[in-house]
């Protein structure tokens, strides 16, 4: 599972995130799962095995409120899956007319989409996208870029790491390595008057 750390300048900003899906949207010719799969990535850091593998029943879908992905492979686990993402989803489970033992994104001839399939669009959608000098540095350049930027999210939102680690289906030390800009130090806010209080010697103990 060991990664290479990402300088926090080769991450996708929400806006170009916004854009690329928005181009995935909006593109008559690519595959109708493939936007609900991209921003299903892009939104619950699922990794693209995982959720090219997910059926409709593996999701819960409350009206208005955080649902939840099944992920099955290995011990298994439980991703929750925002508001809006479930709207999206929903809507597209709709007009898919999929059912619950049905894959949640399969491609056109019924099976689960190929990674050329998804490759090529997202290739496509970073070069409709990004600036030259973004494509010459590889900003972006695999889809598993989509679930590092949500990785990072969490993590600035304030997410315990060891919540974001048992969703993401890694360990905390794994984060740290992999995004070590989300834990400086200098970032860190320190109540130093109650650590004081904490470190104090007892009283027995002070000369």
């Known amino acids: ?24 949207r909006e593109n008559p010719a690519v ?10 990535i892009a939104e619950a850091a699922l990794s693209p095995g995982e959720a090219v593998a997910l059926r409709v029943d593996d999701m819960t879908f409350p009206e208005g409120e955080f649902g939840e992905a099944l992920i099955r492979a290995g011990e298994g686990r439980k991703v929750p899956v925002a508001p809006e993402l479930v709207s999206l989803l929903r809507g ?3 007009r898919a007319d999929l059912e619950p033992g049905d894959l949640l994104f399969p491609s056109e001839r019924g099976v689960p989409l190929s990674s050329s ?14 600036r030259p000098d973004e494509l010459e540095a590889g900003l972006g350049e695999h889809v ?16 315990p790491v060891w919540g974001v ?6 360990t905390p030390s794994w984060l740290a390595l992999r995004y070590p800009y989300c834990f ?15 470190m104090a010697l007892p009283d027995s103990l002070k000369s």
């Open 184 to 198: 400086r130090a200098e970032d860190t806010e320190v109540d130093w008057d109650h650590l004081a209080q904490v």
């Open 117 to 130: 399939v998804r490759r090529r669009v997202w290739k496509q959608a970073r070069e409709a996208v990004l």
């Open 165 to 170: 680690a048992e969703w993401a289906g890694v």
């Open 92 to 94: 597209w489970i709709s």
């Open 144 to 159: 598993t870029s989509l679930r590092d930027s949500c990785l990072e999210k969490w993590l600035n939102a304030g997410v």
């Open 1 to 24: 599972m060991s990664q290479p750390a990402i300088d926090e300048s080769a991450m996708l900003s929400s806006e170009q995130i916004r854009l690329l899906l928005g181009w995935v």
């Open 31 to 40: 595959e109708g799962a493939v936007y609900p799969f991209l921003a299903s």
